[in-house]
């Protein structure tokens, strides 16, 4: 125990002390207050004047409604995005949300013009508008045909096409007007017709009536996943380094006359895990600070979370992360160089991504037998299980299961890594082949 206590001691103090470690625990919140905040602000920011758009109306009559609607600065409502995303992209639904959701933050302005035929020919109206787009007199131009109401198709012709911001803006814009006239048309009154489509308020409820929100807890248990899987990608390499070290140092003779390899191993996976969970804990702490301190500044309620669901996501992030961390132990005991360990590693470590994509299911039925058996799984269950549990807590003896088999697993990689480490320190210069790995395993 002194032997392993002292490993551990060396591997958490070596990586403390460094600049970096305590350079990256400094910046490491205010990069992720950037990345939070930033884009928000930078799609607020205004690039440019407004945007210059004519009007070519056809049918004579809708130019006001159009106008009046991009000049207004409404935002599109969810059904008109919905419906022009799907006119104006061909991509997926998660890009339309995305493009619908930048366009709701920026502050476009318009400048609208009528350009009346006066006994023109819409051709020559069209070569005129060209004109005063490629002079830079106009960002665009929209042309509403006479058979709009109908079944007609407007035109839009924008200088930089590539804008699907203003695209989306206008076509939402040009919808809503067709929609007035069409109302005004048919003599329904507009107003009655918005009142009858505001939608309901929904008042979710859980056991004993109580009003119950369950999005806090549901990020709760994304966020346990995220973290696990970022704290892998940037801790990995470390207990990757930490194993591989004493191989590129060559003095395993030394330490194999003085320990064995199980203790030696486990001493490395805690000590650089400890440093990594330090690191993590101080941020989480600078987080859970200004959380407090911007809630009760601006009067914003914290959402209620179980006590209990607070101690499930740190069980199942340590559970999580030291599996994917002995992932790296056990790669680290096959290579001799960090950068073929994080190429054999990355393919196990994407499994936490399959755990993301099993949500959605595992929300649906909680207790289905897809959810039972993802949530055994160790590589799966930092997500699953707890997904399950802000769901439809399973009993008590899953989720003892579950952790049992997730112990086991960490333990049990300990010990493959440990006796592959114990063959392959000795190897140099050459790459470990799966039949002689399992052969290293074998060995007694």
Do not use: C
């Amino acid at each position: 125990m002194r032997k392993f206590l002292a490993v551990v001691k060396r591997e958490y103090i070596q990586r403390v002390r460094t600049k970096f470690f305590i350079v990256a625990t400094v910046l490491g919140p205010l990069f992720l207050a950037g990345f939070t905040i930033l884009p928000a602000v930078m799609f607020g920011i205004r690039s440019g004047g407004p945007t210059r758009l004519a009007i070519l109306d056809e049918s004579g009559k809708m130019y006001e409604r159009v106008a009046k609607e991009l000049t207004s600065g409404k935002k599109p409502s969810d059904e008109d995005a919905a419906q022009t995303l799907e006119q104006t992209s061909s991509g997926n639904n998660n890009a339309k949300e995305k493009i619908d959701q930048a366009n709701k933050l920026s502050r476009t302005s318009y400048l609208v013009e009528d350009v009346p035929l006066k006994g023109r020919s819409v051709a020559d109206s069209r070569t005129d508008l060209e004109k005063r787009i490629q002079t830079h007199e106009l960002d665009g131009y929209i042309v509403l045909p006479a058979n709009l109401l109908k079944d007609g198709q407007a035109e839009f012709r924008l200088r930089n096409a590539a804008d699907v911001f203003t695209v989306s803006s206008v076509a939402a814009a040009i919808s809503r007007a067709v929609r007035g006239e069409r109302l005004a048309e048919a003599r329904i009154d507009e107003k009655l017709v918005d009142e009858a489509s505001e939608p309901i308020k929904l008042r979710t409820t859980g056991a004993g009536g109580q009003e119950s929100k369950g999005e806090a807890s549901f990020y709760l248990a994304f966020g346990a996943g995220l973290l696990i899987y970022m704290s892998v990608l940037l801790y990995g390499q470390f207990v990757l380094g930490a194993v591989i070290e004493e191989k590129e140092t060559r003095i395993a003779e030394i330490l194999f006359s003085s320990m064995r390899a199980f203790p030696l191993m486990m001493g490395k996976l805690i000590g650089v895990s400890l440093v990594a969970l330090t690191q993590l804990g101080i941020w989480g702490l600078a987080f859970l600070i200004f959380s407090v301190w911007a809630a009760v500044g601006s009067s914003i309620p914290l959402p209620q979370i179980p006590a209990m669901l607070f101690v499930y996501f740190v069980i199942y992030f340590l559970m999580g992360y030291f599996v994917y961390a002995t992932v790296y132990a056990v790669v680290g005991s096959m290579v001799t160089t960090t950068q073929e360990g994080g190429q054999m590693a990355l393919p196990v470590v994407l499994m936490l991504v399959a755990g993301f994509l099993l949500s959605r299911n595992i929300i649906r039925s909680p207790n289905s037998s897809l959810a039972f058996w993802t949530s055994m799984f160790p590589f799966f269950a930092p997500i699953t299980m707890l997904m399950r549990i802000v769901t439809e807590t399973p009993p008590l003896w899953q989720i003892l299961l579950s952790l049992g088999i997730g112990v086991a697993t960490i333990i049990g990689l300990v010990w493959v890594a440990s006796r592959i480490y114990r063959v392959g320190m000795l190897m140099y210069g050459k790459k470990a082949t799966i039949p002689e790995v399992w052969r290293w395993v074998r060995q007694s």
